[in-house]
């Protein structure tokens, strides 16, 4: 079943072309890679996905209804683009708990759960400023997926974190698929690349299917 649909569009800033008729199908319940260099376009593909900025021409449909169309911004999306802002002065679990009242459906227990798979300690009374980089980016890996929003759009998403936090992510990331959530994701490291199902390369301006144990040999 398509959940994502990409159909022949095209990007370009000041006359550097990203995108130029690009395709393609995102499935339900897999995984899905994009690898190139830096510069080449893979956080602005997520941009464009997400409805934060828009195709030149070409569209992007989300369950079949276009975006920036029919509809602003995809529900049930997990998303990490750039790094979030959080309240400096608050501790992990109270960022976590403002975002989480926004949409009210769920409890404390979950973002103190979701927290300890990362790794976080939710007691904490650590304010977010002096967090260090790895615990900002497992925060951020929180937010995207603690109200079990069944899409992940996870750009760098092991960055910064060390060996364990890595295995863990990657392990939860292979939960989330078994359970049917559909994972799109970026990186420079070959062994992230591993988990996806498939593995797309940005090369001149189009999207290349590669194979997932190729990984980014650019970085
Ligand atoms: N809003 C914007 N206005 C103008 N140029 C932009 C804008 N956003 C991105 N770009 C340009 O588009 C190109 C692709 O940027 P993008 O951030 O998608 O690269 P990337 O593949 O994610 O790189 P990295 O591996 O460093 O994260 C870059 O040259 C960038 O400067
Ligand atoms: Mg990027």
Redesign the pocket.
């Known amino acids: 079943m398509t959940i994502i649909s990409i159909k022949d569009v095209s990007k370009s ?2 006359g ?1 072309v ?1 995108f130029e008729n690009i395709n393609l199908d995102i499935r339900k319940g897999q995984i899905y890679g994009f690898v ?12 464009m996905i997400c409805g934060f ?1 828009f195709p030149d021409s070409g569209e992007i449909s989300i369950d079949g209804l276009e975006i920036g169309k029919d509809k602003r911004f995809p529900e049930n999306f997990g998303v990490i683009i750039d790094r979030p802002g959080y309240i400096a002065s608050k501790t992990g679990f109270e960022n976590l708990k403002e975002l989480a009242m926004i949409r009210g459906n769920i409890s404390d227990k979950e973002v103190v759960e979701t927290m300890e798979m990362v790794g976080l300690d939710a007691q904490s009374s650590q304010k977010t400023k002096n967090y260090s980089l790895g615990m900002k980016q497992k925060l951020a890996i929180c937010q995207a997926i603690m109200e079990k929003q069944e899409v992940l759009v996870l ?2 998403p092991f960055n910064a974190l060390d060996v364990d936090s890595v295995k863990k992510v990657r392990d939860l990331l292979l939960r989330f698929k078994e359970e049917g959530r559909t994972i799109l994701l ?1 990186s ?1 490291n070959q062994d992230d690349i591993k988990i996806c199902d498939e593995v797309y390369r ?1 090369n001149r301006s189009k999207l290349e299917l590669t194979l997932p144990l190729i990984g980014d040999s650019h ?1």
């Open positions: 800033f000041k550097n990203l190139g260099p830096n510069g080449s376009g893979k956080s602005v593909l997520f941009k900025i750009d760098e970026t420079h940005i970085s």
